[in-house]
């Protein structure tokens, strides 16, 4: 059948199982945009490309599909990149389709015309330039099936206003993806398995390190099973948290840079590193030389590029980690291991009683408080969509989840203005579930147009503001590692309150610390957005902390007598 271009893009979304888009119209994708009348497909229209991109990146995250972002050419698409590189450096699968100048104006630098390919080049795991109507339907299949295989990632479409306009036959079943050179579906050899049996098997002091890869490849089960079968505990990296339930009695915590202290000990002390999903960030190891010097290292990875790439390892399992979980799992067998529970537990000490939520009311509130009850309230079943700074190492800290998929926040690139959009595309993907936003006073400003949005959506999501009148995570780095000269960090707030009201939102500001559950309490039931303005303590710190480069066990301690962490072992 003849289709145009422009509805050949709805159709090829529809027939990929797309409900929702999120977009922003311009002249070269309007015929596009003319198109949508005849879809089915929900358009969401953002207030800037970056929320777009972030809102199909926490759609993405909260659901396991693939998030789809739509901009027009030049500064539509430019504004994109940065939630393109904030999804590839999470391995978030989105498919970005944008508008490019008619094909015989390129290269003529026409009115808002970007190569937003080669922008895009180090940012995308592909990305594709179309001039044709032809091959506009084979490309989204492509591009569908390279965001969310393998590895997954971001992909951008670019698509010239002709190749929208322009008529060809449609066809789906002739347009499947042709793609010899990419081959995602990679497993380990037999011997690898017996050798990464046979470390299992004779290590002492075992650890697992549990990263974004359980989640993205739907083996938090299997990974339960490992734990408990071998009896291994389970640290978790930033983006691993809810890989398995922080109720679980082998679950450590976080480890790295903020990572509690005994995790980093326990890591530092292993003879066997199980690494399953995650790629030795710097965050997570601190000084490459000194990390964990006597472990043997297992590496279950499904990118053969990020092998050996940080941390040398004795035995790489390249391939799907369900897959390789499943044939590994039938030959671990169990172990005792009482010296090293032992051990960790002594390396806990007074730490695993976080005594900020034992100490009298002093009038102060701090951003522990806000998360704690927030924890408490939603029992650690919700979504929490963290911005970058302080508080989103706080809520790695202080919010148990229980669940996979629960903690929504850019890891990676660490992208300041993540967090509410990705939670409106989170909870566009989960409207089921309860979404919290827990956003610093700074990075909230670089979205937070999307409050409109996000009131024109009519979606019941909370916000936490953490607003402690500095930019609170480079605030801290002044503090500690240059003199406190605090230059450029003190931020002049507008009043949230009265700012979310403009937006039609429910809002309201605490800063005692009595008045949080209670607050907390009447935004869950309150029919529709609410935003919280928690005024806290201006200059907390977030304890403890491996300074950049460090070793990972020498940790800045939290200063008795507020909060005492655990000691060196
Ligand atoms: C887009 C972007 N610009 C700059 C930074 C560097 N940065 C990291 S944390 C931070 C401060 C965040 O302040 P705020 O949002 O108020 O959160 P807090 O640390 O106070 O919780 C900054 C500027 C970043 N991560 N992202």
Excluded at 240 to 250: F, M, N, R, V
């Amino acid at each position: 059948m003849m289709k145009t271009g422009a509805e050949i893009i709805w159709e090829c979304l529809e027939r990929e199982g797309v409900s929702v888009v999120f977009g922003y119209p311009g002249g070269a994708i309007l015929p596009t945009y003319d198109a949508l009348k005849h879809s089915s497909i929900h358009h969401v229209l953002v207030r800037h490309e970056q929320g777009a991109t972030h809102m199909a990146d926490g759609y993405a995250r909260a659901s396991g599909k693939v998030g789809v972002a739509i901009a027009t050419s030049g500064p539509g698409a430019t504004n994109m990149v940065t939630g393109i590189a904030t999804a590839m450096m999470d391995s978030s699968p989105i498919v970005c389709i944008t508008g490019q100048v008619g094909s015989k104006l390129i290269g003529s630098d026409a009115f808002q015309e970007t190569d937003i390919t080669g922008v895009t080049l180090p940012v995308t795991k592909h990305n594709y330039l179309v001039t044709h109507a032809s091959e506009i339907a084979q490309t989204i299949r492509e591009a569908f099936y390279i965001a969310k295989s393998g590895r997954p990632g971001p992909v951008l479409i670019d698509i010239t206003k002709d190749a929208q306009q322009s008529s060809c036959e449609f066809d789906w079943e002739g347009a499947k993806p042709q793609l010899p050179g990419y081959r995602p579906d990679l497993s380990p050899e037999m011997d690898e398995y017996e050798k990464a049996l046979e470390l299992i098997h004779n290590s002492k002091r075992p650890v697992i390190l549990a990263g974004h890869g359980i989640m993205m490849s739907g083996a938090t089960r299997e990974v339960i099973e490992l734990a408990e079968r071998a009896n291994i505990p389970v640290a978790l990296t930033l983006l691993g948290i809810g890989a398995l339930p922080a109720s679980h009695p082998l679950n450590l915590g976080m480890m790295g840079m903020h990572g509690e202290a005994w995790v980093n000990h326990t890591i530092q002390d292993a003879d066997l590193l199980i690494a399953l999903g995650m790629r030795f960030d710097d965050r997570v190891t601190g000084n490459l030389s000194t990390y964990a010097p006597g472990a043997k290292k297992i590496h279950v990875e499904i990118d053969p590029s990020e092998i050996n790439k940080n941390v040398k390892v004795d035995v790489p399992l390249v391939g799907d980690l369900k897959d390789v979980l499943d044939q590994l799992l039938p030959e671990v067998e169990a172990r005792e291991r009482i010296e090293w529970f032992d051990y960790i537990q002594k390396l806990k000490g007074d730490a695993a009683v976080r005594d900020i939520q034992n100490l009298p009311d002093n009038g102060h509130l701090y951003a522990a408080h806000v998360i704690n009850d927030i924890w408490q309230q939603t029992h650690g079943h919700a979504i929490v969509v963290t911005d970058v700074g302080q508080h989103q190492m706080w809520e790695a800290q202080y919010y148990k989840h229980e669940d996979p998929r629960s903690l929504i926040t850019s890891g990676g690139l660490g992208t300041m203005g993540f967090a509410l959009p990705a939670a409106i595309g989170a909870k566009m993907a989960r409207p089921d579930a309860e979404v919290w936003v827990v956003v610093g006073d700074g990075g909230f400003q670089m979205t937070m147009p999307e409050l409109a949005t996000l009131a024109q959506e009519k979606l019941k999501i909370h916000i936490a503001i953490i607003n402690n009148g500095y930019l609170g995570m480079v605030r801290q780095w002044q503090e500690f590692f240059y003199e406190r000269n605090y230059q450029a960090t003190p931020l002049l707030n507008p009043d949230f309150v009265k700012l979310a009201e403009a937006f039609g939102i429910h809002a309201v500001k605490v800063d005692q610390r009595k008045d949080v559950i209670p607050t907390v309490q009447a935004a869950r039931e309150h029919d529709g957005p609410v935003l919280i303005d928690f005024q806290v303590e201006q200059e907390d710190t977030v304890y403890p902390m491996v300074p950049a480069g460090a070793d990972l066990h020498r940790m800045i301690r939290r200063p008795s007598p507020i909060v005492e962490t655990a000691t060196d072992a």
